[in-house]
């Protein structure tokens, strides 16, 4: 069982009775009302007294209010000598400039000095209650013995480490040993297909990749180091790889393999820490954009963890001993954020999910959180979607008394899903955090709390700006939008430290990405809604990005691998409404004239080829065979026809009156007509 350290009678939270003030609502509701005990950094701000006030603050006096968190919060080798120096409109964003610091020496060895026994990570293996934990000081160590190996196979300060593991603490101490040594990590989700993780390895340019022999996943194994056999093949770059063990079963090793944990034995507990600029590149991570190229969004180092940290402490209420369960898989940005840096630098005790939410049946994770005593939990909507759908008996045998704030992310959730969280997973007394965010932003931007105790969560918002945070809502001519009960496109006014800095090898894409659609504001590419009490409501992407079960994928990309079929001519794949996964994929496909194929081999045979060049997630749910697209006379498909089919939503196609070929709608509806 937890038992919280010596250490939290020093922090200042703790200090204060810790059973009458269990959290903040309370430290906040009490008759103290003392915002600087809720959040120390804040200690001197004037005339802030609450977290409205601190939230103002924040976006009001930005530089006072970061320096502050940043000394607060982090642990510097030298000291920063410039808060910020960022110009949005030409995608210059620099934070903490002149600062020196080591992102692992703050997770892991500032804790080791003062709680070494703490838990620093729980591992929730596939196989139910096998779980594993790792102390601070062991992850210390694991990290210093991988960062002395990477050393000694030649990897230095400024490389790229490409990972392809699922959660697990041996992925967690590469992460924090690339970090140790200066070198970045592009983690790539361990679902990707060979392809994919070879286009990565080859844009980051990896000459090492770390590994796995076999993942376990729902009971079921998958060959991971057999996919990065496939895709080193066609990346010159790569000179080694690095295999752990995760299953007892021997795989063959080739002349660039390196058996992970036979040669970490081998090496010293103790890795001198590179000591690294605020602004040195901390990991690429690659999200897709509305084109086919995924791009390699750049993170840097004391920005982003202050940033993980504090929404990460602040959003989830996170208390010295609590055990917060993120369930998001380390290859996405959730698991960065909030199952390594934020926890770790906050000395937390994080638990890494390896398995599936109905493995071995609809209860895991209850019966995890039960077992585990998980205080906070955080997971996407499709998987609460789908677990509403079990009943709620599976909920129900398990103790969640232990839970004290729920957590969604990655898509909307709707109101059904909303209210069953709430109140049968929370039994109606945890606040449900909405947290709406992305790759790029590095950690949650917009989310119900911090906010004052008694400030209203209204179901399926994700409410109000974080600390520091100023969204903007933008008209179609790119004026901003002033009033409230509006919607536009949604930005962000200023920057914050968690922002991405650029695109890999590609500052110009990020720049006419994020900075030139409304100039001197970053732009989300998400749409808003601001209610009448200046709410916020996301309501979707406004590219051709959709959203899968909570993977991001962009449409092109689906595109592109459908075209590469010989038989298909073109396609068009837009997103629809799915009851479980949020948006399923639907792909138009145009044969080549003359082709005389079975569609449902040619359906089995496009899914296959999605599968094997992205990853499974990405597979079209419905493929409808078509004689033609509707296109614009200039040749543009005219997607927001289709989505009005799919929809059945006729009456609402719209002005046809540019498109080439009419005709082609009414094929187009009566082929969907028959499908479904
Ligand atoms: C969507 C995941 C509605 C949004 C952290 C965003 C959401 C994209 C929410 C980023 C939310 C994320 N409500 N939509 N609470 N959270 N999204 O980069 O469209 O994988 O732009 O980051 O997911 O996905 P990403």
């Known amino acids: 069982m937890w038992l919280p350290c010596g250490c939290a009678s020093k922090c200042v939270v703790a200090s204060l009775s810790r059973r009458v003030f269990r959290s903040y609502f309370h ?106 934990k790792v102390t601070y000081r062991q992850l210390l160590e694991m990290t210093c013995r991988l960062g002395n190996l990477l050393r000694r196979h030649g990897v230095k300060r400024g490389d790229c480490v490409t990972i392809y593991m699922p959660s697990c603490p041996l992925a967690v101490a590469s992460m924090l040993a690339c970090a140790r040594i200066g070198a970045a990590h592009n983690v790539v989700f361990a679902g990707f297909s060979a392809e994919a993780l070879a286009e990565r390895i080859r844009d980051a340019q990896s000459s090492t990749v770390i590994t796995v022999n076999q993942g376990v996943r729902g009971g079921k194994l998958t060959e991971l180091k057999k996919t990065v056999d496939t895709a080193v093949q066609s990346c010159p770059t790569v000179q080694q790889v690095f295999v752990a063990m995760r299953t007892e079963n021997p795989v063959a090793m080739t002349a660039k393999d390196v058996a992970m944990e036979e040669e970490m034995q081998k090496e010293d507990v103790v890795c001198e820490p590179a000591a690294m600029d605020s602004e040195d590149v901390l990991f690429l991570l690659y999200t897709s954009g509305s084109t086919g190229k995924p791009k390699g969004l750049v993170h840097t180092q004391a920005g982003y963890l202050l940033y993980a940290a504090l929404t990460h402490r602040y959003v989830f209420s996170y208390h010295d001993g609590d055990v917060f369960g993120c369930v998001a898989d380390i290859g996405w940005i959730t698991g960065h954020s909030y199952s390594v840096y934020g926890p770790l630098a906050n000395g937390g005790t994080s638990v890494l999910f390896e398995s599936t939410p109905i493995y071995p049946d609809p209860g895991r994770y209850w019966e995890m959180v039960q077992r585990l005593k998980i205080n906070q939990f955080y997971g996407a909507p499709t998987a609460i979607r789908l677990l509403l759908k079990y009943g709620n008996q599976w909920v129900h045998k398990y103790d969640r008394s232990t839970l004290k704030t729920l957590g969604s992310v990655g898509e909307p959730i709707n109101t059904e899903a909303w209210e069953w969280y709430h109140t049968v997973v929370g039994d109606g007394r945890c606040p449900v955090v909405d947290t709406w965010w992305q790759t790029e932003t590095g950690g949650i931007c917009i989310t119900p709390r911090p906010s004052n105790p008694d400030a209203e969560i209204v179901p399926g918002m994700a409410m109000r700006p974080f600390f520091g945070i100023k969204p903007a809502l933008m008209d179609t001519e790119g004026e901003v939008l002033t009033s409230n009960h509006t919607s536009g496109a949604l930005c962000i006014a200023q920057p914050w430290p968690g922002m991405a800095r650029t695109i890999h090898n590609n500052h110009q894409r990020f720049i006419e990405t994020y900075c030139q659609p409304y100039p001197g504001y970053f732009f989300t590419g998400d749409g808003a809604y601001r209610s009448k009490e200046g709410y916020y409501q996301i ?29 298909v001519a073109e396609s068009a794949v837009i997103g629809y409404s799915h009851n479980i996964k949020g948006e399923g994929v639907y792909a138009f496909v145009v044969l080549k004239k003359g ?60 002005d046809l009156s540019t498109l080439d070929d009419p005709a082609a709608v009414q094929e187009i509806i009566e082929g969907h007509r028959k499908l479904s």
């Open 539 to 567: 309501t979707g992407r406004l590219d051709d990005v959709i959203n899968v079960s909570g993977h991001r994928i962009g449409t092109a990309e689906i595109e592109d691998v459908v075209n590469q079929c010989s038989q």
């Open 595 to 654: 082709m005389d194929v079975e569609e449902m081999d040619l359906s089995r045979q496009l899914n296959d080829l999605v599968s094997k060049k992205i990853a499974k997630y990405a597979c079209p749910d419905c493929i409808q065979f078509i004689q033609r697209l509707p296109k614009t006379r200039s040749g543009k498909i005219m997607r927001r026809v289709l989505r009005k089919v799919v929809e059945q939503d006729l009456n609402g196609l719209g």
């Open 27 to 132: 430290v906040l509701g009490g008759r103290r009302h003392n915002i600087a005990a809720f959040m120390p950094e804040s200690a001197g701000f004037e005339g802030v007294s609450d977290c409205s006030a601190l939230q103002e603050f924040s976006v009001s006096n930005s530089e006072s209010f970061w320096a502050a968190a940043a000394r607060q919060r982090l642990s510097w080798i030298s000291p920063f000598h410039t808060v910020q120096d960022c110009d949005l409109s030409r995608g210059r964003i620099k934070w903490f400039e002149g600062g020196k610091l080591n992102v692992s020496v703050n997770c892991l060895d500032r804790h080791v000095h003062t709680c070494p026994e703490r838990v620093a990570l729980i591992w929730e293996r596939d196989e139910p209650g096998s779980e594993f």
